[in-house]
């Protein structure tokens, strides 16, 4: 019987943590945490792995791995070179764990490939024609200025079916020679005797639940590059080795982070105004809380589709918070909610997102490889944008690569040698990717920086930030990091959330359902801890586990154990949406680590 926790019973569930304190049974058993040379279970297996080489290899096929790859293969092209440029992809195919619906921004785009609209299956893209934004109450909502070239302006950008053009993408990457290898997920960085990046190793497969191989085990291949390029988006695994092993982030502020829940629905055709544009901030959540949503009518012939979200700054205060609840609510106010009535939900999703900005942004690149995209952290706050950011340092990051090739002795371009990548870093500090970050740098820590909270952000948004375009004389720094401003549970009130009406708000493992991902049950969870005791000893007798709540997946959940009577904590990791919100960046030193699995999506 699961022991239930939140709401009313705040005082129960905390005595009986504390009360029930002690070694919880073992949570991580993936083979990247778990010394196999010590099971006699692996004795016998052949552990060598097969080793290929490339020149460039990329880690991740979202925007910025396939605009780097792309750029990599047009300056090959121009220079009569043929470069090996390989992609890494841990989807079963290109674009499947992209969400769809997202406004672009086509700068980068248009520089990479300036006669996109033109080309053969560009049907992703719907101009925007009508852009409002709001202030909700609620009961209310009230109207917002959408001022010329500020960053709510979305004249001239597009709805995407962020998804469909990542495909497509692709597409374009593989047709210029880019050997794409998706359904392949990186578990390991390797590194050459200097200590410089000289690669991965991809997954293990045919591994069981319990750590012991299975009959059709599989050893994973190294692969050993030049320069190696980490483009897994926000909170990606190896970036996150990367980072501490080479103190990347050592010289900026902690990231703040946010996560964005996201729905596609058909709607009622009379409702539907292909083009629009609508962003909300405001109830359902107070004013100290970073937190809006977007909704856009996209554009499909024969179909009536509206990508609809919410985004919840992680930096929220109550550990009672459920940014999932939360969306779900927002979808009842009597201003939204007829634009779903007699609609159906297709599809469910959410992602974490870099809010730090500016200043949250480590070193970019180094001896061997480089971040790009999002997993350097180059989203635009207050745009809600950071696809033509992502690609422009994919695209800088590329010609970096290239250059340094270029630069090699004939004798030593047949070789794997680490080619330092500190050249791309200077670029993207001197692009429009560096200025248009820089203008907005104090957005973010303004919702902080006054006891106004999300109303001072948008007093300085609407006066400061659009009459200098950021040229004050200072910076604001965050101050904290995101887990840092969670209060304790005994300090906090709890929030009842209302019950889903299955037809416009809905449950959460329904909206699960809903995702397409499929994960086999009998192998490692992908999602391990650095202490398989502190889930109980801190998150749940300070916090009443707070990832129970801000898990948009239902993965984490306390339970108590039969035999022991005591709480535990239950992964299941199995529900996982690859939101890379979990494992949890909020509670302190009660943190985990997500590697990948190989992962198919149906």
Not at 7 to 31: D, E, F, K, V
Not at 498 to 526: C, I, M
């Amino acid at each position: 019987m699961a022991l239930r926790r939140g709401l009313p019973m705040l005082s129960t569930g905390l005595r009986s943590a504390r009360r029930w304190m002690g070694t919880q049974p073992i949570l991580t058993t993936h083979y990247t945490k778990i010394d196999r040379s010590s099971d006699k279970r692996w004795d016998h297996v052949d552990m060598e792995r097969v080793v290929d080489e490339t020149d460039v290899l990329i880690v991740g096929g979202g925007p910025a791995g396939l605009a780097a790859a792309i750029r990599l293969k047009q300056l090959c092209a121009e220079a009569g070179v043929d470069y090996r440029v390989t992609l890494l992809e841990k989807a079963s195919q290109i674009g499947a764990h992209t969400l769809s619906g997202a406004v672009l921004e086509p700068r980068a785009l248009d520089e990479l490939l300036p006669d996109w609209r033109e080309m053969e299956g560009a049907t992703w893209a719907t101009p925007v024609k009508e852009d409002k934004m709001s202030l909700l109450t609620e009961t209310g909502r009230i109207p917002l200025p959408v001022l010329p070239k500020s960053p709510v302006d979305n004249h001239g950008n597009y709805i995407v079916r962020l998804g469909n053009m990542v495909a497509w993408l692709g597409e374009q990457a593989e047709e210029l020679g880019v050997e794409v290898f998706a359904g392949y997920g990186a578990v390991e960085l390797l590194y050459d005797d200097a200590g410089n990046l000289r690669g991965v190793a991809t997954n293990d497969v045919g591994v069981a639940k319990d750590g012991s191989p299975k009959p059709t085990f599989e050893r994973g291949m190294e692969l050993h590059a030049k320069v190696t390029m980490l483009g897994e988006g926000c909170r990606g695994s190896l970036t996150k080795v990367l980072m501490k092993k080479l103190g990347l982030d050592a010289e900026c502020e902690p990231q703040t982070y946010g996560i964005g829940l996201k729905e596609l629905w058909r709607i009622d055709p009379a409702k539907h105004k292909p083009g629009t544009v609508e962003h909300t901030a405001g109830w359902p959540v107070d004013y100290k809380t970073w937190g809006g949503s977007f909704l856009y009518h996209i554009d499909e012939p024969g179909d009536s589709l509206v990508s609809c979200g919410y985004v919840v700054g992680l930096d929220y205060t109550n550990p009672y918070l459920s940014p999932f609840q939360e969306f779900q609510r927002w979808k009842t106010h009597p201003s939204v909610r007829p634009t779903f009535e007699g609609g159906e939900r297709l599809s469910y999703g959410a992602r974490a997102l870099n809010e730090g900005g500016l200043q949250s942004i480590p070193k970019l690149g180094f001896p061997g490889g480089a971040l790009i995209g999002c997993a350097a952290g180059f989203l635009n706050v207050p745009k809600i944008k950071g696809t033509h950011t992502a690609m422009k340092s994919g695209m800088l990051a590329a010609e970096a690569a290239f250059n340094a090739m270029q630069a090699l002795p004939e004798e030593q371009k047949e070789e794997v040698v680490s080619l330092d990548m500190v050249p791309y870093e200077k670029a993207l500090k001197s692009s429009w990717v560096w200025q248009e970050l820089h203008e907005v740098r104090n957005v973010r820590p303004m919702a902080h920086a006054t006891p106004f909270g999300m109303y001072g952000m948008f007093a300085y948004t609407g006066t400061l930030q659009y009459l200098l375009k950021g040229k004050e004389p200072f910076t604001l720094s965050h101050g904290k990091s995101d887990h840092e401003r969670l209060q304790p549970a005994a300090e906090a009130m709890p929030i009842e959330y209302p019950k889903p009406d299955h037809k416009v708000s809905f449950d959460l493992l329904s909206s699960v359902a809903l995702t397409g991902t499929n994960h086999e049950h009998d192998q490692p969870s992908h999602l391990t801890l650095k202490s398989d005791d502190m889930p109980v000893e801190r998150n749940l007798a300070l916090f009443d586990g707070p990832e129970q709540r801000f898990c948009p997946a239902g993965v984490y959940e306390y339970i108590e154990d039969e035999a022991t009577k005591k709480p535990k904590l239950q992964i299941n990791a199995q529900n996982c949406i690859h939101c890379k919100v979990s494992p949890p960046p909020r509670s302190g030193p009660a943190r985990a680590d997500r590697v990948r699995n190989k992962s198919h999506n149906p």
